[in-house]
Each structure stands twice: as structure tokens, then as C-alpha cells.
């Protein structure tokens, strides 16, 4: 399923995006974002400078600000529907978690209780966590400027190398894929 677009999806000062990086302890989560200021030129070692809307510096207080790749930036994903007060998950359904300030994919394994709750798995590192409803979005990757999303997984032990490394966004998006506003 892909999410239908107007044009090709804008990036501009100011806008809100995410972000995700190769650092160790963040590789694979994609962080809030606002654009603050975008690079004069495009290439492909072109940098936009980002302040992150969880992640704060040392004295816990102040947005952390860095400049960043464009390869390294996405547009929002698309909005989830909701069912009532609860979004709608089932078992195997991938999703994106909040967890440590960012969004992190992995696959629901249990869904309990009233209000729900979630089980949700990753593959790296290997673990289950709980979370709510609130706590978790479809997971959708951007591809060739597109939203694309994920199809059920049949089984964490069916995970082949191609969908681990679309899980974990390996793959970043191209120049092209974005059209920058200036």
C-alpha cells in the first residue's frame, strides 16, 4: 500500500521531518525534527542544520541541534487512523514504538487487555517491550519519495537479511527523492 501524494513531498526551514543516523545506540530510529536551516548547495555531502524535538544537549533542557546528511532526512510518515480512542493493531502488524525519544521499528507479537497493550519485538537487540496504543504508529518507509507500507511479517524467524535491512532503514533516501524549497 502507498501513500497517495499531491507533488513530491517538500522539504523546507522550518518543517517538521525526521531524522536517523549510523551513530552506535541510534542506528535504525528515526527523531523529530525541525529544519532550521537547509544547505545553500545539493550534493550528496550536503548537511541541513536540525533541532530535535526530544533529544536534548547536556543540560537537559535545550533542543540538541546538529547539522545533518539529506540522505539522512524523511518528510513525517503519514498519520495513523485511529479505532475510537485506540489505534488498531494486530499480531505481526510492523510498527514504529516511541522509545528513548525515538521511533523504533519492530513487529507486535501480543495484543492484551483493556485499553490495549502491545507486545512489541525487535530484531536488533533482540527484546520485547510493552507499550500502548499511543506509543505506536504503522510503520511506513519512504521510498523513492514515496510512503510505502510495511506488509504483516509472517514470523520474526522469517525475517530475510532484505526485510532486516528495510527495517532498520539501511537503505537511505536519494537527492532526488526529496525536493528541497529554498
Known sequence: MEAKIDAEMV????????VT??????????????????????????????????????????????KVKLCY????????RSCGDDQCFEVNDVVDAFHLDGWWTGSVSKVFGDPKRYIVSFACPAEDLEFSSSDLRPHWDWVDGRWVKSPKIQAMALFTVMELHSAYHLPVPTLPALMIVY
Not at 522539504?11 to 525526521?18: A, C, K, L, P, R
Open 11 to 18: 522539504i523546507s526551514e522550518g518543517g517538521d521531518v525526521e
Open 21 to 66: 543516523s549510523e551513530e552506535p545506540g541510534f542506528k535504525g530510529a528515526w527523531f523529530s525534527a525541525t529544519i532550521i536551516k537547509l544547505p545553500r548547495k545539493k550534493s550528496t555531502k550536503a548537511r541541513a542544520e536540525v533541532q530535535y524535538k526530544s533529544l536534548l544537549k547536556d543540560d537537559n533542557q535545550t533542543p540538541f541541534t546538529e
Open 73 to 80: 532526512i524523511r518528510p513525517v510518515p503519514p498519520q495513523p
